[in-house]
């Protein structure tokens, strides 16, 4: 499908949305707790904190702020269904003894990647069984809504789409449904969750809310729709634009008013509308960098979808190439035993370069030769080995960066997480649509620095060089 053909939709009324949507949002009460897989769905919120862990004083705390929506890194795409299994219940149990602490309601939404891969439906099941056991109510449904403008993302007519040039091409057509760890074929997303929960949905009963519905916007109907679902329905928002994000969100919170409880599904859009988190500019490096700094930045490429392979080679052949120390790790060294002897050579020339007021990009290289027969947890388990290592990188610095950049899922939640040792941060906006960055906390390794979290499948082939040539 050409991107053009989304001018050929029915038009959306974005100031009818606007006040709908600020009217419901006036009296709801509800803490919205969203559980991140990885650090990128905070690519459209800001002001908002993020915790990375989930210890019982810790969700007392994020329970007791006075913001209404918090998000806990919980990196479980890098995560073996058992352990993922295992963390959620556990998560559930410390969310629902918080709430009942502080006597709050709350929602939760499992943040997921917007293409599509991840532990689902595990997570949302398990945190079903587990939440429901605690409160002893069963939920009404779960919001699948993968929708996310920023990295063009679409889902029409149940079909989710992703945005390549000016072509919108299926999700099961595209590198990320070949994911060897969470790969899928199905595109139109009735018959993705029935693939994906083995056959136990069927596609026929999904609930479905089509753009037609959404842009029409007759919000009884739309409440009403939701008020009939029961029995942990699997229910599809289709969109566009979002304003068929404001349109839903305003008929779930009257539907969540009158009693029904939903888990929520979701990459990064749904969060930020049912937040009410207003836009704002891009960030600039005025407001990265209050304060002069004379030491380089720090740049980790661990992603190694196509997307990311062509923004780093058009960084490397970039006119800013010439000022900027480019080092390659070797991968392979995880089947030889050799990680550490490779870390401690990319350590030692960092830290001269960066001192001296140099940039560097370390970047794995970007095949890994994996043995014949390995399965799925042996190569998940090669890449955690190999994120490990990247990230002894990080915490063995004695150079503070004037900024650091990790690209890829699992290498900046461990960059942040284990590198920066960060337990709390604030999101202070993006660099770049999709691109959010983080403020880390005085208990981290670098305090003040910003930690931009690049996503493997965010931004055009430039976005990359565009970001380092801003902030060099």
Partial sequence: MELSALSHLPGADESRADSLLKEELSDFCRKIVVLDDDPTGIQTVHGIYVYT?????????????????FFILTNSRSFSAAETEEVHRLIARRIDAAAK?????????????????????????TLRGALGGLTGTDFDGEI???????????????????????????????????????????????????????????????????????????????????????????IIV????????????????RAMKQGKNFIVRS???????????????????????????????????????????????DLMNSHQARTIHFMEFQVDAVFKGGLEAEASRILASAESCLRAGKSVVIYTSRQLLI????????????SVSISDALTSIVSRLTVKPRFILAKGGITSSDVGTKGLSVKKALVMGQIKKGIPVWLTGPESKFPDTPYIIFPGNVGDTHTLREIVEELS
């Fill in 238 to 253: 289709n969109a566009a634009d979002y304003t068929d994000i404001k349109i839903f969100c305003t008929a779930l919170i």
């Fill in 371 to 382: 043995p014949e027969g390995a399965d799925k947890d042996a190569i998940l388990a090669a």
């Fill in 267 to 313: 990459a990064a859009a749904l969060p930020k509308i049912l937040g009410g988190v207003p836009d704002q500019p891009l960030l600039g490096p005025s407001s990265l960098f209050p304060h002069p700094g004379r030491t380089g930045g720090l740049v980790i490429v661990g992603s190694h979808v196509h997307k990311t392979t062509s923004q780093l080679e």
């Fill in 101 to 125: 602490q502080t006597g709050k309601e709350y929602i939760v939404i499992s943040r997921g990647d917007s293409t599509l891969r991840g532990h689902y439906p595990l997570e949302t099941d």
């Fill in 53 to 69: 862990d989930w210890e019982e004083q810790t969700l007392l705390q994020a329970f007791e702020a006075q913001e209404n929506m």
């Fill in 144 to 234: 699948l809504c993968p929708f996310f403008l920023e990295g063009g993302r679409y889902t029409i007519e149940n079909v989710h789409y992703v945005k390549d040039g000016g072509t919108l091409i299926p999700a099961g057509d595209t590198e990320f449904a070949k994911d060897k760890t969470f790969g899928y074929h199905n595109s139109d997303l009735t018959a993705y969750i029935e693939e994906k929960s083995g056959g136990t949905v069927r596609r026929e009963d999904c609930m479905a809310f089509s753009l037609e519905e959404l842009r029409f916007g007759d919000i009884a109907a739309l409440t009403g729709k939701l008020m009939s679902a029961g029995h942990y329905r699997h």
